[in-house]
């Protein structure tokens, strides 16, 4: 059983910069892919990022690039989101996921999860 406790959101201004923290319990988290996810009023949970554990490679969605970097802290159990230049659309509820097993950009394959930390950019 993987427990997962998301923090560092907030409301920020379009253009500033926040880090996400997502702290992991109850088992090591270096053996798990992890990932991030939002999900905005009235749509569907949709993917961020996720960090694999086997080559640490990562993923981002097209929305995101080059603006987040997920990163990992294997010795604090901890996966974190450098979210930078945020914008409006940024906005939304953010929740960590973790599996054990490859990658994946659907959210039905992630078996743990958050309880999601609000995100709130103003223009």
């Known amino acids: 059983q993987v427990r997962l406790a998301e923090s560092g959101g907030g409301t920020v201004q379009a253009g500033d910069s926040l880090r996400l923290s997502c702290a992991a319990s109850?088992?090591?988290?270096?053996?798990?892919?992890r990932g991030w996810f939002r999900q905005a009023p009235g749509k569907e949970r949709e993917f961020v990022a996720a960090?694999?554990?086997?080559?640490?490679?990562?993923d981002y969605a097209d929305s995101v690039k080059g603006r987040f970097t997920i990163s990992t802290d294997n010795a604090k159990n901890t996966v974190y989101l450098q979210m930078n230049s945020l914008k409006p659309e940024d906005t939304a509820i953010y929740f960590c996921?973790?599996?054990?097993?490859?990658?994946?950009?659907?959210?039905?394959?992630?078996?743990?999860w958050g309880q999601g930390t609000q995100v709130t950019v103003s223009s």
């Open positions: 996921a973790a599996r054990g097993g490859m990658v994946t950009r659907n959210p039905s394959g992630y078996e743990y």
């Open positions: 109850g088992r090591t988290f270096s053996s798990m892919a």
């Open positions: 960090r694999g554990y086997i080559t640490s490679s990562s």
